[in-house]
T-cell receptor, first 116, second 111 residues
């Protein structure tokens, strides 16, 4: 399967715990994007990363959220001290190396985060 | 603030009919336009991309773009029950890699 791989598919955390969401881009893609989808809403951009670089994190909350895309391994979206409002579906997308605006982004199956 | 607007629906059509889904966007500088299909609990799946004014056809799907009116639409011919899903319109700008999504239109194709 050469698609965007996300894990876990479902993640349950209690308030105050940490959540780590992983994303491996499609083969040949080096640009990764994270989006959040609240129930009955569209996807909202969070962050755009290339290998070892955060290009744009303007959609990510300033506190508790961080993202990385190391030289080796998947991209990680990390949420510290989770609160109920963090409950959502988190989608990762990737695009080819060129990263031009007209390159379609291909999405993974998402991680459904539930906060108890 | 850049916005993408869609009617939330549901849009209900009988099997075999043409389904017409519409989207408007606020940023005149937008250059790239995409339609994604999302089944409940699943990932958005790219259906069509369109970059210039006019129509683009791919199988049963036709995307239409009118930049002067800031309007993009998706036509689904010979609608099938399996087309029942939420259709998301997404737009990005000339130098922007961010996709701005509408909230989606739910399509229901009645057998």
């Amino acid at each position: 399967n050469a698609g965007v791989m996300q894990n876990p598919r479902h993640l349950v955390r209690r308030r105050g715990q940490e959540a780590r969401l992983r994303c491996s881009p499609m083969k040949g893609h080096s640009h990764v994007y994270w989006y959040r989808q609240l129930p009955e809403e569209g996807l909202k951009f969070m962050v755009y990363l290339q290998k070892e670089n955060i290009i744009d994190e303007s959609g990510m909350p300033k506190e508790r959220f961080s993202a990385e895309f190391p030289k080796e391994g998947p991209s990680i979206l990390r949420i510290q001290q989770v609160v109920r409002g963090d409950s959502a579906a988190y989608f990762c997308a990737s695009s080819p190396q060129t990263g031009y605006s007209n390159q379609p982004q291909h999405f993974g199956d998402g991680t459904r985060l539930s906060i108890l | 603030q850049k916005e993408v607007e869609q009617n939330s629906g549901p849009l209900s059509v009988p099997e075999g009919a043409i389904a017409s889904l519409n989207c408007t966007y606020s940023d005149r500088g937008s250059q790239s336009f995409f339609w994604y299909r999302q089944y409940s609990g699943k990932s958005p799946e790219l259906i069509m991309s369109i970059y210039s004014n006019g129509d683009k056809e791919d199988g049963r799907f036709t995307a239409q773009l009118n930049k002067a009116s800031q309007y993009v639409s998706l036509l689904i011919r010979d609608s099938q029950p399996s087309d029942s899903a939420t259709y998301l319109c997404a737009v990005n700008g000339d130098s922007s890699y961010k996709l701005i999504f509408g909230s989606g239109t739910r399509l229901l194709v009645r057998p």
